[in-house]
C-alpha cells in the first residue's frame, strides 16, 4: 500500500513538472513564460487583449525587457520587473534580448570569473544587450562595454537558461 502511494506521488511530481517546463503559447508555440524586448519608445499597456481595452499605463523605454506570460491572438500578457503587468499588441514587442542591471552598481569582468579583471562598472537599472550565458554568468553590452556579469545581478533572464 505504501509502495503504491509512492508510486502514484512520483507520477504526479512527474507529471507536474513536465507540464511546467512544457507550457507553450497557444499561438506561437514558444516556451511560457520567455523574455523580450520593448521595441519602441511607447508602448500601451491595456487592461486586456484588445484596443478597445482600457490602456491601464504607457511603457516609456525602448528595449526595456519583458516577460511574456500569456498569449491571445495579437497580444501578449507581459510583466516588468516590478510585477506590474497588462496586454501589449505583438507589434511593439521584439525578440532581442535584453536584461536590467538590478543592483546598484555592478562590475562587468572580462571572463565569467569573479576574479577576472574589471571591464566597466554598470549603475543600477541600466539596460543592457543580452549575449552568451554560462550557469552563472552572462556576457552583456551597455553604452559601449562589454563583458561579464552574475546572471543573478541581472533581471531578463532565467536562472537555468543558456545561451550560445
Not at 539596460?127 to 562595454?145: P, Q
Amino acid at each position: 500500500m505504501i509502495r503504491a502511494l509512492f508510486f502514484l506521488l512520483g507520477f504526479l511530481w512527474a507529471a507536474n513538472s513536465v507540464a511546467a517546463e512544457d507550457l507553450r503559447g497557444s499561438v506561437t508555440n514558444l516556451p511560457l513564460p520567455r523574455y523580450v524586448s520593448v521595441k519602441t519608445d511607447e508602448c500601451n499597456v491595456r487592461r486586456g487583449p484588445s484596443r478597445t481595452h482600457r490602456i491601464d499605463w504607457v511603457f516609456q523605454r525602448k528595449d526595456m525587457p519583458v516577460e511574456i506570460t500569456a498569449e491571445h491572438g495579437h497580444w501578449r500578457r507581459v510583466r516588468d520587473r516590478d510585477g506590474a503587468g497588462g496586454w501589449v499588441h505583438y507589434s511593439l514587442l521584439s525578440g532581442v534580448r535584453t536584461v536590467i542591471v538590478t543592483p546598484d552598481l555592478l562590475d562587468l569582468h572580462m571572463g565569467a570569473d569573479p576574479q577576472t579583471q574589471v571591464t566597466a562598472k554598470l549603475e543600477g537599472s541600466v539596460i543592457a544587450k543580452l549575449g552568451e550565458c554560462l550557469v552563472d554568468w552572462c556576457r552583456i553590452s551597455a553604452g559601449g562595454y562589454k563583458g561579464w556579469a552574475p546572471k543573478s545581478a541581472l533581471w531578463g533572464v532565467k536562472p537555468e537558461e543558456l545561451r550560445d
